[in-house]
Structure formats: C-alpha cells, structure tokens
C-alpha cells in the first residue's frame, strides 16, 4: 500500500486527539442524582432518556475552546447572549471574539471575560453566584452549570482565554496520515486515522470478523440485501487475497447498490407518492425515484448529483434528464385543504425547500433563523431569507385539486423515455407522465422578510436578494444570483461544509454513527467530530477525486476499521458504550427496508425488478379507510397489489403520507413529512409483534419450507443448517442446531392443550405428516426470523 | 415527609410490588438488561418507578382521557348560549365585530356575513346553572362535575394546521403528540400496555367526514418507544398482535422460550446489551398478546354499564365503545388515552348534522365520566372534551328557515373538562353578545396544554427534548398554566 507520511504535520493535530474521549462526553454532562427525593429532570436541560454521561474525573490539562468551552457557552449562554439580536440581554454576546472580549457595563468598566484573570472575569463570578437573582444561566432558563463546568471555563480564562472559530465554519486543511505503532493492521488510510486515535486512549482494534459475519454485513451496507448460499460458499472458499476486494468491486456494480443508495436519499428528500395533508392526494414522483436509483447505479459524482437536483433546470442547454432531477425540491407536501389561504402554504414550501437543502447539503438548521436571528449559529434572519429567496421564484400554488398535477411540471412520453431517459421504468399501461419539477418562471416576484416569519408580514422596505450565510462562505458577485450560483456556491472548493457534510453521511451509513454524530447538525450545538482530522481528510479527497461516491463507499469497506468484528469486551463496553472510538465494528440493526427484503430474498419470494410506480404489498387491512374522508376516489381505501407488486423491494413501497406503511414506521423510517438524514434506532414491542406476526412473514416462511421439504436429499440436521444459513448467513453451531431440533419436534407435536386455539389444534391434528412438517418447520423458520442475529448486521 | 415523596411512597411502591408480580419472565427480565441498553432501549419496570423520571411537582391526575372532537363543534349550537344571533338572524357581521379577522378560503368569497342562531333550545342546569343545549341531554345532567371553558381560541383556521396545533403545539408538523411527551416524561404505569393508546372513531354526522392522520398521534422527534399505538375494534386490535393461523399460544411461548435461549448465547458471545433489551421487548409484545385482548373483551361488563353508555356501545368501533374502552383502560393505568371522532365539520346541512353527531357522544361522553367516577377514578383521571377550532356565528352557503352552516372560527370556542383537578361545576371565561370575541380570560391552546402537563405534574417549560441543537417543548415559547379552574 502506498501511503505518505509527513511526520511534521502529525504535530499539528495531535492536540485534537489528546482530548480524552471522555471530555467529548463531558460536553453534555448532566447532574443526574437518584436519591429517593424528588429531582427535577431537564435540570440543564438534557433529555430524559438522554446517554448517560460520566463525569470526568479530572479537568483536561489543556483547556480548549472548541471540544471544551464552546459547546457550553453556546447550549447555556447564547439564548440571551448568542447572534439573535432581538434577545440579546445586557449588552453582551459571547458567540463572537469581539463581543465576548469587549467592556460591558454602563461605564465600560467591566469584562465577561478578563483572560488569565478569572477574578476579574464577571463570567466567572456570574456562574458563580449565591444570590438566585443574579446567578448565570438565570433560573427562569431552566438551565444550570454543573460544578465540573464551571471549573472548565476558569481554568480556560486561566490559562488566557484563548479563542478559535467554529470548527465546521473553517475549510478543511490538507492533512498527511499519522504515524502509528502498527501500520501492518491498515489496510487504507481510514485505519491510520483510528488507529491513532486508539493509541491515544489505549486501546487496541478487535481483530477480523469472522468471513460469514464480514461478508453479511458487506451485502447489506452495499445492495440492502443478505449474500445467498453460493455467494457465501464462493467468498468462503476463495482464498486468494483479493477475495474480499472482488466482492465489494462486483457489489458496487450491482444495480441493487443503486436501489440501496436511494433508499436513503428518499428519506433526506421527503419522497412520497402522496401530497401529505389532509386529503393527501396521489403524486406522481416515482419518475425521480427511478432517476435517483439510476444516478447511484451510473455512479453520477456527487457535485452533478446535487446540481442537478438542486439547479438541473437552469443549467446551459439542459438535458431532460436533468430537468428530471429537479424533482428533488418538488417532493415537499402539498396541501388540497379547501379553506387554506394560498398564500399561507406556498411560503411554507419555499420554506419547506429552504430547510431541506440546508439541511441535507450544509448540516445547518436554517429553519431557527425563520423568525429570528439564529439563537445558536451565525445566520441572520435576513440570511435566512437570502437562502429562501433562491427557492422563491417558483410559480406555484399554494392549494391544489383533486388530480392535478400542480407546476411547474413537465410531460414525458414513451418516446422521450426510449431516447433519452432509458431509466424510467413506465408500464405499457401508460402512455405518458405528469412529473413536478422546478422552473423560475415567477420572475417578478420579490423577495421580502417575513416578521415573525409568517406569509403575511413582510418587510417592504427591503428587498432580498439572493445570499448565503457569509460566516460560511460569502454569495460574491461571481456566482449568479439563482438556484444555478447557490449549487456552486455549495461545491466551491472552500466551503467548509458541503464535502464534509457529505462524507459525514456516508460514514453514518457504513459505520453506523456519523464521525459528527449530529450529521443533521454541524452548528454550534451539534456534536464535535470523533476523528476530525479524518473528517477533514475524506472530505479533501472526496473533493479531489472527483465527488466519485463509489470510491469513498470501497475505501471505506476496505478499511480494517470496517472489518473489525463486532464482538466487544465489558471492558471495552464500558470505556466506549457507544462505539465512538471504532476499536470494534459496531452490531447495527437492519433497516426497516433490509428486515422485509431478507425476508423476502432469503424465501426466494423477491422480485428483482427496478423502478416503476410505487407497489402495495400486504398491509393490515383498515387502515386507510379508518382515518380518510370517505371521499370516493382519494385512496379510500388500501387493496394490496397481487403477483410481483406484492414482493418488490420495500423502497417500491407507496408511500401515503398520512398512513404510512406502519410496519416501516415501526421499525424507524421516519415518515417522510419532513427531510431527515438520520434515522432512530429502537427497540420495542410493536417490532418484536411485526417479527412474530406479520402475515408476509409467515407467508416468507411457509415458502421456504416447502422448498426445504421438496428437496428430499436433506435430513433434518442438512435442512435446519441451510434455514438458519439462509437467513443469518452462518452455520448453526451443535448447539443450536439440537436446540431448533428440539423446538421442531416439541411444536410438530405441539398444539392439543391449548384451549384458546382448540380449533386450530383440532385442524392440525386431522392434517396428514406432510402438512404437520410443513406447519412444523414453517414454525421453524419463523422462529429463526425471529432471533437477533436475523435482524443484524456486523 | 415532603409531598412528592408521599405521593411516590403511596403510589409507586404498591405498583411496583404488583408489578414485579407480571406474569412469565417479568423479573427475570427486569434484572437481565443490562443498565446500559435503557438509554435508548426499554425502559424496565426498576426505572420507572424511580421518582425523578419527569414529575416537578405532586400531580393531581395520573392519567388522561382526550376525548377529541375532530372537525371543530359547534359552540354555539352546544354550550355557548347567544340569543343575540337569534334576533339579529339574518343581518350581517359587523366589521367592528369581525376587527379584520382573517377567513378561510371557503367563506372568504361571500359578499355578506348573515348571522344566524342556534335552532336548538337551550337552558341552565344543575347547581353550577351552566348552559347546555337540547342537543345535548345527558351533558346537561352532569354538568355538576364539568369545567367548562368557553374562551379557547386558536391561530389556526383550517384543519389540519389546526389539529396538529392542539396536539403538537405547532402548527407544522414534525412535532411529538401530546401524548409522546407525557410518555416520554413521565413513563408507564402499566407493563403489559401501551402508554400511549389511540381510539377512532367515525360520527354520523357527516358521511363524508374531514380526515385524520397518523401522525397526529405520532412520536415527532422522540423515541418511536413514544408513539401512540392504535386500538381498533376487529379481529386485530393492535396491528401485529394476534398470533398468525397455525401458531397456538402454547407454540407462541415455546418459540418465545428458544428465542430467548439462543439470543442470550449471542449476548454471551458478542456482549451487545442490545439483545437483552430486544428479549425484554418480545417478553412485553407476548404481555400484550394477553393484555390488549383482555382489555378489549367487553364481555364482562354488566347489562347496565352498556345501558349508561347507549345502544351504540355494543358495536365495536363506534364513539361509545371507545368511551367504554377508554374506562377500561384508565383501569389499568394507561397514562395517556386519546379518542378522535371524526365528523363535526358542519360546514352546511348544520342543525341535521349536528344532531346527530351529537347523539354520537352526549350519553356516552357523560356516561364515561360517571362511570370513571362511580369507580373512584375520576379523581386522578383528566377527562378533555374539544376540538380544534370553533364555528362562525355567520351562515355559510344558503340560510333557509331550517336549514344554515357555520365556517371554521378560530377566535372563541368551548372545551370542558372533568376530574383530574379541575373545578366541578364551573365555568370560566365569557365571549361577547356575537359569540366571535373572547371579552374575559382568554384561553390560548398552549395554555390547555401547560394546564393539562401542570396537572399530571410537569413544568410545561421545563419538560424539553433537544433536537438539533434546540431544546423543544410542548408549548413551543408560551403558554400558561390556567391556575383559574384547578382546585
């Protein structure tokens, strides 16, 4: 392997990683006492059911303002003392060098801070405060220092207050790889940069998953969808060296790692096939769906990939396709409501596309700055409604009919899908599609700030036009005032935030938690990053080598990191429950899409078919019909495709806003109101009743039954071993396979006593042998469903 | 003794020992998971009985009933008596009355603004005197245990935003429920059902009825471990829940049994706390598989409780068979049970429509409230009855002798509520003559809110998720508690 070393520069970030990781931690600490008295929860302000965080046992040697200060004046202190003008108390800001350093006080005559003399600083005396009118945060804020943060922030005045920009807001620097004590364990350069980290804390990288469990996880992170049998046998028994590399090569080339990349893109891009509110009429935007998973598949590079979604329209001499993809910022709910004040709800999906691009490309939230300044992040309201005003010149409705398909939009025939956009996969039983996409065709219109961020209070006085946040980057005069500069804007080289953003997103899909695990935050109250100079070293490559996403998803498979196993000591668990230090894989839960897909792939019940109008598999019956108008005709009610549409991969599912399909809900897809670039991991009830009940899973597990019975060839031992393998990708152990045995026999011959099932009971009874086994080893292989293993991956 | 620590003592420590009681496999599992899986995990019955989880003060009510009357009632056909409409039938609105409030699109275009009264009688009852109408017979009875607030108003003037503001507190959505935040804050008291639990309804009204949409009852950015879960009549009455054909209960258990032995080798083997917190969930959904079932069976309710709650209790599916279903599941300590019954929005065909829609819920609204109270229940139970918005005293679309419609009203409407520390026969808050303008103690839908947390025992600003860098709260940046009706 070929990496260079620059031992100098290893210098300048080591003070990054001598933080103890604990400190990271500390940032969040909260005083949590359990005596048996009452104690108010949310004392600063923490969530309830927050991770827990230990109290480091020392102050750091070294004081630093961004991993140790920051973070605390901003979560306590820039409420009232932050950018938002419109709150500001006393005169005094601590968001900016200025403000913070400046005389306050009528006379001037004193300084929040005073560096070095913390007798001096009223910050500190503040904090300090016996007296309950004066104490800082005040009491009516609901928010409170712990001791151990107080103590910080003298010792930081201390040792002379020393200042740095926000991290996120300064560009990437080019970083050379650390020197670490054993290169052999790398294979790339990721591992350099966790390894180091590890030496740090002491600790050592886990050793090798074992091939089966490596593999699994490989298939899943790729193409959402488990290795079969003879992908297994054949990576279990090559053993030449590029064995693994040939598999993440052939993967990258399937067109199921499209379908798997775009399943995560619907989400940041609130896809559905319904408008979302009230009556929540039918859309059509599959179209862009088929185009995403295309993009993914042609590997487009993530700068033309955004671009194209963000400002496809505008570009020179457009091509259809990348009008397309503009669809993107059509995807927001819509509303029908009859009495709505058109208004009203056109600003809401300008604001809506506003968030979402800030959001899903810069890790901001913007939306804070509707109302008002940022109350955390430099950005004014007027910058807010310099980023809204790119997406305003839509010509647009506020409030829509029943089938109509609401501009701008365009019309695409068969003709124009056989030249040009080969991707979209229209049935023969349509001749042509109605699709959304964005046009500036509302060129007059003008850009006002809105008080209080409400449609009908703008500020006449002043124009907006189109600008970003300068504590960003500045929108200079090079960039053309339009969704066209914004999109370059967002790929100039030294915007801090887009590649960073990026990458941090991609990670968060391979390696479970992002390197910032706020990926939806990178503002001031966002996490700090685990490995920042990693951060910074994938987004400067990324950028380099030409946004090229299926080169930064191999690298970061390759990586020893990624193929550590996920077995972890209590030792380890306890120093790093969260598994922000990567020295094991981390045990992650499939995704709602991956649990049904298994299920389906595994029973050979999965129809591998790409793209097309959404698909209504089984859902439990009512369910629409329980909360819709009774209006004939506004999907009343849900009756499940037959054949294929049945057994299609679940990003095909339809997607009604209202009712979503609940068991995806249940196992954490968010519902798709709203952009979301991060997922919840539960674990809950409902879940553990979908795995046990769901009529498709049943059905999943009848199917592969009967292929087991028909092949007369096994035994026993030779079927429960290819079941198990199937769905877990690895053979039972001894013990377990005389376990799931047992189980075989035990409800083969089980199901006489029960009195609440006496006529199921009744019913198995009077079956012949072939259907008892069939019952009997469909129960099998529901159960094997049902065990951990079947729903994890790593 | 300070009065927190009573009321834990009192409460907590009884159910506790109850509780460790449950059924197969509750003490085992509640001393196998592992600390660490609770942050994100289950929540055991150890940690909730712990007296910090979310109380910031001694609560009066344990649990809540909101009864949620979808599409906006009538108030001035129900509890807000205007003979004033009644005499000026016919004229317009006065501009000063009106003071440039903004329509919605459906009577926007109108070019005048008839007034019209209500076509149904009303009267004063009880010793509270409080106004009922005719709609509204067995209401009327009981308005002796009724708070009644007349002066809600919102900001919202259609549906959708409107609903969505009474139980998220923001008119956009993205927000937790209502009844997501108090799981959240303040857990469960029962280990075997949801804390959250939902019941439709749909009125006769109207046929075609404004719809609903899961999400109202959805956890927002919170836990999904707080979202509400739907109980539906049929043969499922929550989704996934009945063991599929050829699976007895016996089998369900043996399944459950191996699942459990092999998944903790893997705990052994991988050390992921995970898995113990994923062999305590599927020991809860098997306590539900019995507990939903049991809950739902109304078998053994006697002749007469069906009598106090109407024919229409009987059939599964219906307004007062969710009242009867609530009762049964405030019983068993489910902290927060929210009904929603579609149909009020009487935009035109009003007096028909609302009759009969009244009909949906007048015997069995009041009927739940006895019940509850007959069974010492009401007193730490918080029943809410109201819906989004009110409706104009200006006709929508034609005015004939009999016939009118109301638009959506935004400005004044009535709520009541019952038990759960608010003041029995009482009314608070006053509209003006026009029944458009509050004139006193005017009653913001975050102050309903603070008032209903202030009530289970939370500080409104100081029960807070952060999400993104921003602390959110139920209220959003306001409301009050309405210290006015608690006793």
């Known amino acids: ?794 | 003794m300070d009065e927190i620590t009573k009321h834990f003592l009192n409460n907590n420590r009884r159910q506790f020992i109850k509780k460790m009681g449950v059924g197969l496999g509750g003490l085992a599992v509640a001393s196998m998971i592992d600390p660490l899986s609770l942050a994100g995990g289950h929540k055991s019955v150890a940690q909730n009985i712990l007296p910090a989880k979310a109380l910031h003060f001694a609560p009066k009510a344990k649990r809540v009933i909101y009864l949620f009357q979808s599409g906006g009632p009538s108030q001035l056909e129900l509890f807000d008596y205007k003979p004033l409409l009644s005499k000026m039938r016919g004229e317009d609105l006065p501009d000063s009355v009106r003071q440039g409030q903004r329509l919605t699109g459906m009577t926007a275009g109108q070019d005048r603004f008839p007034l019209v009264g209500s076509q149904f009688k009303f009267d004063q009852y009880g010793q509270s005197r409080a106004w009922v109408s005719e709609l509204m017979p067995h209401t009327a009875k009981i308005v002796d245990d009724l708070c009644f607030v007349k002066s809600v108003h919102t900001e919202a003037i259609n549906h959708d935003p409107a609903i969505t503001f009474f139980q998220t507190g923001s008119q956009q959505t993205g927000r937790p429920s209502m009844g997501s935040w108090f799981s959240y804050g303040l857990g469960s008291l029962n280990d075997n059902l949801p804390t959250f639990s939902v019941l439709l309804s749909r009125g006769t009204g109207r046929p075609v009825a404004q719809p609903l949409y899961s999400r109202l009852w959805g956890n927002g950015f919170l836990s999904s471990l707080h979202q509400g879960v739907q109980f539906r009549s049929g043969k499922d009455p929550v989704l996934y829940l009945k063991n599929p054909e050829g699976i007895s209960k016996t089998d369900r258990r043996l399944m459950l049994d191996h699942i459990s032995e092999l998944n903790m080798k893997q705990e052994a083997e991988f050390g992921d706390p995970e898995i113990g917190s994923r062999v305590a969930q599927y020991e809860m959904a098997y306590r539900m598989q019995t507990s939903v079932p049991e809950t739902m069976n109304v078998e053994d309710e006697p002749d007469y409780i069906f009598d106090m709650y109407g024919e229409d209790s009987r059939r599964p599916g219906t307004y007062a068979a969710n009242c009867l279903l609530a009762r049964r599941l405030a019983e068993r300590d489910v902290r927060f049970i929210q009904l929603y019954h579609m149909g009020w929005d009487q935009h035109g065909d009003l007096p028909g429509d609302i009759t009969n829609q009244s009909k949906d819920v007048d015997q069995a609204t009041a009927a739940l409230i006895q019940d509850l109270k007959q069974r010492g229940l009401l007193d730490d139970t918080l029943v809410i009855w109201g819906g989004e918005f009110g409706r104009t005293n200006y006709c929508q679309g034609t005015m004939t002798q009999t016939n009118y419609g109301r638009d959506h009203h935004p400005k004044c409407f009535t709520m009541f509520m019952a038990g759960g520390g608010v003041k029995p026969g009482f009314t608070y808050g006053e509209t003006d003559d026009f029944g458009y303008n509050v004139t006193r103690d005017p009653v913001h839908v975050h102050d309903i809110q603070a008032t209903i947390m202030h009530q289970m025992g939370i500080d409104h600003t100081k029960l807070t998720y952060k999400h993104q860098g921003r602390r959110f709260r139920l209220t959003d940046v306001s409301g009050h508690v309405v210290q006015d009706i608690l006793t």
């Open chain 1, 1 to 794: 392997m070929k990496i260079k070393f620059n031992s100098k520069s290893t210098i300048s970030w080591l003070p990054y990683f001598a933080i103890p990781f604990i400190i990271l931690l500390a940032v969040k600490y909260s005083t949590k006492s359990y005596k048996n008295e009452y104690v108010a929860i949310n004392q600063s302000g923490s969530n309830v059911d927050s991770e827990e965080i230990i109290t480091p046992a020392k102050l750091p040697d070294s004081v630093d303002f961004i991993f140790h200060i920051k973070p605390i004046l901003s979560d306590r202190c820039f409420l009232c003392h932050g950018p938002d003008e419109g709150t500001r108390e006393g005169g005094l800001r601590l968001d900016t060098q200025e403000g913070a350093f400046a005389a306050i006080g009528k006379n001037l005559d004193k300084h929040a801070i005073v560096p070095g003399n913390p007798e001096n600083s009223q910050l500190i005396s503040r904090i300090n405060e016996t007296d309950s009118e004066k104490i800082m945060p005040p009491t009516s804020s609901n928010l409170t220092l712990t001791e151990y943060e107080k103590k910080l922030l003298n010792k930081w005045i201390e040792q002379g207050a020393q200042w740095k920009e926000h991290w996120a807001f300064e560009p990437p620097k080019p970083i050379s790889l650390p020197k670490i004590h054993n290169p052999d364990w790398a294979t790339n350069e990721i591992d350099y940069f966790i390894s180091k980290r590890l030496e740090l804390e002491g600790l050592e990288p886990s050793h090798e998953a074992k091939k089966e469990k490596l593999i699994r996880k490989l298939y899943f992170d790729l193409t959402g969808l488990p290795p079969s049998i003879e992908d297994l046998d054949a990576f279990l028994s090559d053993t030449s060296s590029n064995a693994y590399e040939k598999v993440v090569d052939r993967l990258l080339e399937s067109t199921a790692y499209g379908e798997r990349m775009a399943a995560n893109w619907l989400d940041l891009s609130r896809y559905g096939d319904t408008h979302g509110y009230q009556e929540d009429y039918e859309r059509t935007m599959w179209p862009w769906r088929d185009w995403v998973i295309s993009a993914f598949n042609r590997n487009i590079p993530y700068d033309e990939f955004v671009t194209w979604q963000i400002a496809g329209d505008l570009l020179p001499n457009s091509t259809l396709e990348q009008i397309v993809a503009t669809g993107f910022n059509r995807n927001h709910k819509i509303t029908q409501e009859g009495g709505v004040i058109d208004e009203e709800y056109r600003v809401e999906y300008v604001m809506d596309r506003t968030s979402t691009t800030a959001k899903a490309f810069l890790g901001l939230t913007m939306e804070c700055a509707r109302c008002h300044d940022h109350k955390y992040d430099p950005i004014s309201q007027k910058e807010f409604f310099g980023f809204y005003s790119f997406f305003n010149k839509v010509n647009e409705k506020g409030v829509i009919e029943f089938k109509e398909i609401p501009e701008p939009k365009i019309e695409i025939t068969q003709k124009e899908i056989d030249q040009t956009l080969a991707f979209i996969n229209m049935p023969d039983s349509i001749s042509k599609l109605g699709l959304m996409v964005m046009r500036d065709d509302a060129a007059d219109r003008k850009t006002y700030l809105l008080n209080r961020g409400v449609y009908d209070a703008p500020n006449k006085e002043e124009e907006i036009i189109p600008h970003t946040p300068k504590s960003v980057l500045p929108f200079t005069d090079q960039y053309p005032k339009n969704r066209l500069g914004l999109a370059q804007w967002l790929f100039k080289e030294d915007n801090p935030l887009t590649a960073r953003v990026a990458v941090n997103r991609m990670w968060q899909q391979i390696f479970g938690v992002g390197i910032v695990s706020t990926s939806d935050d990178f503002g001031n109250q966002g996490a700090l990053p685990s490995h920042p100079e990693l951060l910074d070293w994938l987004a400067i490559t990324f950028r380099e080598e030409g946004w090229d996403m299926k080169k930064l998803y191999k690298r970061m498979v390759l990586s020893s990191t990624y193929r550590q196993t996920s077995k972890v000591s209590s030792e380890l668990l306890r120093r790093d429950p969260y598994n922000k230090l990567l020295a094991r894989s981390s045990r992650s839960k499939l995704t709602s899409e991956m649990i049904r897909d298994n299920m389906l792939a595994v029973s050979d019940l999965l129809v591998k078919k790409i793209g097309g109008p959404s698909v209504k598999p089984y859902q439990p019956e009512g369910l629409w019909e329980e909360t819709s108008s009774g209006v004939e005709g506004l999907l009343l009610k849900y009756i499940p495709d037959t054949g294929e549409n049945g057994f299609r991969r679940s990003l095909y599912t339809f997607w009604k806003r209202t009712v979503p399909p609940p068991a995806m809900l249940i196992f954490d897809s968010p519902t798709r109101d709203l952009c979301e670039v991060k997922r919840q991991k539960t674990s809950t009830p409902l879940q553990a009743l979908v795995m046990m009940n769901d009529p498709q899973l049943m059905e999943a597990s009848k199917n592969l039954a009967n292929k087991v019975l028909n092949n007369t060839s096994m035994n026993e031992a030779d079927r429960i071993k290819y079941i198990f393998r199937k769905i877990t990708s690895r053979f039972p152990e001894e013990q377990e396979i005389n376990r799931l045995q047992n189980y075989l026999h035990e409800t083969r011959n089980n199901s006489t006593d029960d009195n609440q099932d006496h006529d199921i009971a009744k019913k198995a009874e009077a079956q012949n042998t072939t259907s008892k086994d069939l019952r009997a080893y469909t129960n099998l292989i529901s159960l094997i469903f049902n065990l951990d293993e079947s729903i994890i991956k790593g």
